[in-house]
């Protein structure tokens, strides 16, 4: 069946260096991915999304990449800060509307 | 305030009986989506519906039903045939047609004992 992974299931970086969490992906028909944040106890909150006709899209201090031939998918978050600790999601969307996550990456960040 | 909202946060049940879990919008979205989430665990998705009346089972159905009778809520009946009901569920919705983002309830957290 189709899945999503992330490559790593936690990802320590210190405070005001770049965050890279990638993510790999199986179907080659989805044609939609997001990034989702969540932090404990919450539901996740949308961070960046992008359409399969895309391969970089930026916004406030992330910016999201797409590599369709290798079905990888990144999210590199900028400058990070205290409030950026959280588990990272990634997922793909197909034609029939079904959203598919990923495990998820836990973002520790150092001091 | 528009939202999505879910009820209770925490909810507690005997092994053996039926509990719906609540999920309401008031965003007029068309799609919404049931998730089962386990500790350390992504998302995985047990019901969704596309429109009033309709659903389709996700990866994990069995052991659930659901039912949407109105646009803007679809709750989730965890049954007593679901082998390992305690969970975290979450309930999303999307506005459909051209827009992809879901929106996220907050959570209940059920525990079966």
């Known amino acids: 069946g189709e899945s999503v992974g992330l490559h790593l299931p936690t990802l320590s970086v210190q405070e005001g260096d770049n965050s890279i969490i990638n993510c790999a992906y199986s179907?080659?028909?989805?044609?939609?991915f997001i990034w989702y944040k969540q932090e404990s106890g919450k539901g996740p909150q949308f961070i960046i999304d992008i359409r399969s006709n895309m391969d970089k899209r930026q916004g406030q201090r992330v910016t999201v990449l797409l590599n369709k031939t290798v079905k990888h998918l990144s999210l590199q978050i900028a400058a990070t800060q205290p409030g950026d600790s959280a588990v990272y999601f990634c997922a793909c969307m197909n034609r029939d509307d079904k959203i598919i996550f990923g495990k998820g990456t836990r973002l520790h960040i150092l001091p | 305030d528009g939202g999505i909202t879910q009820s209770p946060k925490y909810l507690f049940r005997k092994e053996g009986q039926n509990v719906t879990l609540s999920c309401e919008q008031n965003l007029n979205h068309d799609a919404m989506y049931w998730y089962r989430q386990d500790p350390g665990q992504g998302l995985r998705l047990i019901y969704y519906?596309?429109?009033?009346?309709?659903?389709q089972k996700g990866d994990i159905a069995e052991g659930y039903s659901v039912s949407r009778e109105k646009k803007e809520s679809f709750p989730l009946t965890v049954t007593s045939a679901q082998k390992n009901p305690t969970a975290f569920y979450l309930c999303a919705s999307r506005a459909g047609g051209g827009s992809y983002e879901q929106y996220f309830g907050p959570g209940t957290r059920l525990t079966v004992t």
């Open positions: 519906s596309q429109i009033v009346n309709d659903f």
């Open positions: 179907n080659s028909a989805s044609d939609y």
